[in-house]
């Protein structure tokens, strides 16, 4: 997941996907006070991390798929979920033990003190102070499929107009086959 | 491989590593009159594709390694290497026929005309126009190792100073371990 840094150089990094956010579920408030929709993508964080300084500039995500030799760039806005939210305590219920520990560990990516400060325990049915949910809600997606001769690629952008009064997820998006 | 689009936003794709540059060969020259050392990533790319277009602003490349749960971020400048340095003809003749033809194909990112466009030869001897070779000339590293209990992270940095006039990969870097 590239984002940017504050200098205007990319940062880049391996992130876990969480799933996407449940469509039947009511739509995500936002730390900023936006409403989310459904079609995005959650992850987690620690609130300390430098991407949350990167949150203003847009993101794009590449992922490739190994067997099925697929590619996918999903470029967006990344959002911090409110932690009023119930997204924001549901997603810190459903980490391991081990992966909700890691939210007490000493600040990431500042000089290391010492091993002893990684000994703590954090209360698995509330979230850490430090824990944070990130969406990101991709408008443009770039899909390329090695397989095939020639490969097959495609382009997604999402249209402009709010979405519809009645549905949370009004956007239509537009779909071009493009040259690998 | 995250780069910057000229609107300041990432571009995220994933390309194959092509190896370093051979430690016994001469300096690289690049198509903007650099000399580049030997402790740079090797990649291919078609001269047409936007990535062209992002090799002013800085590059981070991030790659994790399944099996050793280890991740690399290298951030640095990506430079295409001059046609005429020999390291040109070499890379191109390194490729296999399937990869090489891949350079004839019509524009890449272009709306897509039909399939006609794909069906063409290229010389296996001569490196087609469109081909380029991509260095990335590293001077930042965070290096991740999720094995272990607590993790493992170092920072590296490559300190400024001119290289000694004695050898070409004079720089010293510093690495500190940081939190992970």
Redesign the interface.
């Known amino acids: 997941?590239?984002?940017?840094r504050q200098d205007?150089?990319?940062?880049?990094?391996?992130v876990v996907f969480r799933g996407f956010v449940d469509p039947a579920a009511a739509p995500v408030l936002s730390a900023s006070g936006h409403t989310l929709g459904h079609h995005s993508l959650k992850l987690v964080t620690d609130g300390r991390s430098e991407k949350m300084d990167q949150l203003a500039?847009?993101?794009?995500?590449?992922w490739?798929f190994t067997k099925t030799r697929e590619?996918f760039?999903l470029?967006g806005q990344l959002h911090a979920v409110a932690p009023t939210d119930p997204l924001h305590a549901q997603s810190w219920k459903a980490l391991s033990a081990t992966a909700q520990s890691?939210f007490g560990?000493?600040?990431?990516?500042?000089?290391?003190a010492g091993?002893e400060a990684?000994s703590v325990t954090v209360d698995p049915e509330t979230p850490a102070a430090t824990f944070t949910v990130l969406l990101l809600v991709p408008d443009w997606v770039d899909h390329l499929m090695l397989r095939g001769e020639?490969q097959q690629?495609w382009?997604y952008q999402r249209q402009d107009e709010p979405p519809r009064t009645d549905q949370h997820e009004g956007h239509n998006w537009t779909i071009?086959?493009?040259?690998?």
């Open positions: 997941m590239a984002t940017l205007g150089s990319p940062a880049n990094r391996t500039g847009r993101t794009e995500v590449c490739y590619q760039r470029a890691q560990w000493p600040h990431p990516g500042k000089p290391r091993d990684f020639p690629r382009r071009q086959a493009i040259n690998p």
